[in-house]
């Protein structure tokens, strides 16, 4: 399991910067420090082919809907999809065992990401 940051590069608006390419499945923290990387960092995940993103903390719920919405877009391109999840009163290892056993990557690697 990685942890990955970001950081902003632009005054006028916070830019997602990856380190490395992404695990198929991700445990996004929240909160995060700017909700104006989640375009960024959804986009990131779609490039990679990231697979599930489980939502965990404070106000999961509505992030996981943001970044729902952001897959969507404009409703017109099927090929963009991540399954998402929130977790917003489970226990931190409940989440995590069912990332890792996550029925289409099973034995792939958990990568957790904060904002």
């Known amino acids: 399991m990685s942890d990955v940051g970001f950081g902003v590069e ?6 997602y910067r990856a ?5 198929r499945k991700i445990i996004l923290h929240v909160p995060v ?7 960024g960092f959804v986009e ?4 990679d082919d990231v697979s599930l993103v489980a939502v965990v903390g404070p106000g999961c719920e509505r ?7 952001i897959v969507v877009g404009e409703g017109n391109d099927e090929n963009r999809f991540i399954c998402t ?3 917003p009163n489970e226990p931190f290892d409940d989440v995590l065992n069912m990332a890792e ?3 289409f ?5 958990v990568q957790q990401v904060r904002l």
């Open 19 to 23: 380190r490395m390419t992404f695990a």
């Open 10 to 15: 632009s005054r006028l608006w916070p830019v």
């Open 85 to 87: 999840t929130s977790h």
């Open 105 to 109: 990557e099973r034995g792939d690697p």
């Open 101 to 103: 056993t996550w029925e």
């Open 63 to 69: 992030i996981e809907e943001i970044i729902d919405e």
């Open 44 to 47: 990131q995940c779609l490039i």
């Open 33 to 39: 420090s700017d909700e104006a990387l989640l375009d």
